[in-house]
């Protein structure tokens, strides 16, 4: 491992700016090996060798070797935690690898990362069944590491689904499989040393925390002989928040100053946030109140500025209310209190967990306290009122969001009713088209554009991926600029607004009447409608609706 340090140091600063420079061109199998070895370490470094494969692998027409560098590219968004990106890298090379016929085994990886991907951006449901698709890849490839490792993130997928008992079978049961069959690869000793991390997971959230402890200081050693710093930040970070629980701020401290020191070389903003979190937790259980309040605002900042405010932890807002309960700062105190419980009502998805909001009750103590120091007499029946009604709230809002959706399924239902009658495509977006002429495209241009439109609309281009404004006007020999300046005046609407509604449209009637084309997975059925994402389709789906296509699918399957 100095050896290897050494010769990447000969090249460049190990965390400086790109400098990747060769003496020679790499192979794919050399850039292959750079990409294992940054991807956990130096994420950018991986995604620079990964797209060197993929431009090399590209030219050469390897396929094999362009889904791998798809799967990595992939695997290193997730550990800087672009998931966005690396979710799109993955779902090209899931497209590449099927439309090849590539190895299952690739495909197994493949889903692995997505579903690993999903699981950490708060999708748990959507990464469920892409986890089993990988499993039934695995399966089918007869390779034990790769069955592993597909293991270790079901695992992972039932703990973030909080179904520890289920999470701790599968882990232990692969930690046996990986001991007993002697894996002493790379791939699988770095399943068995997150396994143990996985493990301490699921027993500190059980409130074990002294088995927690065990198998954290067993995979420290393990983890410790490798250069993964994504998941040697996680083992220093939950050591010190459960050395916080323990009472143990000497341990607790240390410990998440060396977690603060490897995520700050990482740079993923989500391990970041967490480490400050368990920070100022310390420094208010120390009562350095300034101290916790600036981890706190640091951790909203970053989340309001890049628009990240649905992943804030509600503990945030907690924790800032009872800093600043401390500092008799009562105004700011009861701002973050509510905030901290409209957190909670917003997180509610499908099932409501009363025990989420009851089981912190320690906050109506905390308000006994403030009634006191500042003499609110009724500041605590105040509480105990913000407490139920946001429980009314929750069930009121859960109960209303159901009748909506509902009541928006039944629009489209009579939507479909008109949509079955038109006798084109071109007439599933063109309700509110507009009669006049643009007052910068000549009568014949349009004539010529819509003319156009109608007969691609009915060949049903608007489902292929390449349909975009550049090949649409080539095709109906105009340019983007007069074909853009049509669609606005006749339509209403941009280009790609138009293009959506098509789409939209035509999978609605499709999914309404196609019984076969339910069974679909959300992402094949976006690829039939021409997205190259799954999230591109539900998004446009539901601005075009209001509803999930999950939702609508599930709603035509309970009227069949």
Same mark, same amino acid.
């Given at each position: ?167 701790? +079978?599968?882990?232990?049961?692969? @930690? ?6 002697? /894996?002493? $690869?790379?791939? #699988?000793? *770095? !399943? %068995? ?100 309040? +600036?981890?706190?605002?640091?951790? @909203? ?6 628009? /990240?405010? $649905?992943?804030? #932890?509600? *503990? !945030? %807002? ?119 002429? #643009?007052? *910068? !495209? ?119």
């Amino acid at each position: 491992m100095l050896r290897f340090l050494f010769f990447i140091g000969v090249f460049c600063s190990l965390y400086g700016s790109p400098c990747y420079a060769q003496e020679r061109p790499l192979s794919s199998q050399e850039l292959y090996h750079l990409i294992l070895d940054h991807t956990r370490f130096n994420p950018e470094k991986a995604v620079y060798y990964a797209n060197e494969l993929l431009d090399l692998s590209t030219a050469r027409n390897q396929k094999d070797s362009m889904a791998l560098a798809y799967l990595y590219l992939g695997k290193a968004g997730r550990i800087q935690g672009d998931f966005d990106t690396a979710i799109a890298q993955i779902d090209a090379g899931i497209k590449l690898a099927q439309e090849e016929n590539l190895a299952t085994t690739i495909l197994a990886e493949l889903f692995l990362a997505k579903a690993n991907n999903l699981a950490d951006n708060n999708q748990i449901e959507s990464a469920i069944p892409i986890m089993f698709e990988g499993l039934s890849y695995a399966k089918a490839s007869k390779n034990l590491v790769t069955q592993v490792a597909l293991n270790h993130g079901l695992g992972y997928i039932y703990f973030a689904a909080q179904n520890f008992k289920k999470s701790k +079978e599968v882990i232990l049961d692969n @930690l046996k499989i990986i001991e007993e069959e002697s /894996l002493t $690869d790379k791939k #699988s000793f *770095e !399943v %068995y040393y997150k396994g143990l991390i996985m493990l301490a997971n699921n027993y500190s959230s059980e409130n074990k925390k002294d088995s927690a402890i065990y198998y954290l200081n067993k995979g420290l050693k393990a983890i410790l002989t490798t250069d993964d710093i994504f998941t040697t930040s996680g083992y220093y970070n939950m050591l010190g928040e459960i050395y916080l629980h323990e009472k143990n701020y000497e341990k607790a401290y240390e410990n998440l100053i060396e977690a603060k020191k490897y995520g700050d070389q990482l740079g993923n903003h989500f391990i970041v946030a967490d480490n400050q979190l368990n920070l100022a937790r310390y420094y208010f259980e120390t009562s350095a109140y300034a101290k916790s309040i +600036e981890e706190l605002s640091n951790i @909203l900042h970053y989340h309001q500025k890049n628009d /990240l405010e $649905d992943f804030i #932890s509600p *503990e !945030v %807002y907690k924790l800032l209310a009872e800093n600043y309960q401390q500092t008799n700062a009562i105004e700011k105190a009861n701002t973050y209190l509510k905030l901290y419980v409209l957190k909670y009502q917003n997180a509610v998805a499908g099932s409501i967990a009363v025990n989420s909001i009851v089981q912190d009750i320690e906050l109506a103590d905390l308000q006994v306290e403030k009634e006191k120091k500042e003499g609110f007499v009724y500041y605590l029946i105040g509480l105990v009122l913000v407490l139920g009604i946001g429980l009314i709230i929750l069930l009121f809002l859960l109960r209303q969001r159901k009748t909506k959706n509902e009541d928006k399924f039944q629009a489209v239902l009579q939507k479909l009713n008109q949509l079955k009658k038109v006798e084109t495509p071109e007439a599933l977006s063109s309700s509110s088209v507009k009669t006049q002429a #643009s007052t *910068e !495209v000549s009568e014949e241009i349009t004539t010529q554009i819509l003319s156009g439109l109608k007969k691609l609309n009915e060949q049903l281009y608007f489902l292929q991926q390449e349909c975009n404004s550049y090949n649409v006007a080539k095709k109906i020999k105009t340019n983007t600029s007069y074909l853009s300046k049509v669609i606005n005046t006749h339509f209403d609407k941009n280009f790609n607004n138009y293009i959506n509604d098509l789409r939209i449209d035509h999978a609605l009637v499709r999914l309404e009447g196609d019984k076969t084309f339910r069974l679909f997975s959300i992402q094949s059925i976006a690829e039939e409608l021409g997205y190259k994402s799954a999230d591109s389709f539900t998004k446009y789906f539901k601005s075009r609706t209001g509803l999930n296509p999950s939702f609508y699918i599930k709603q035509l399957n309970a009227r069949s």
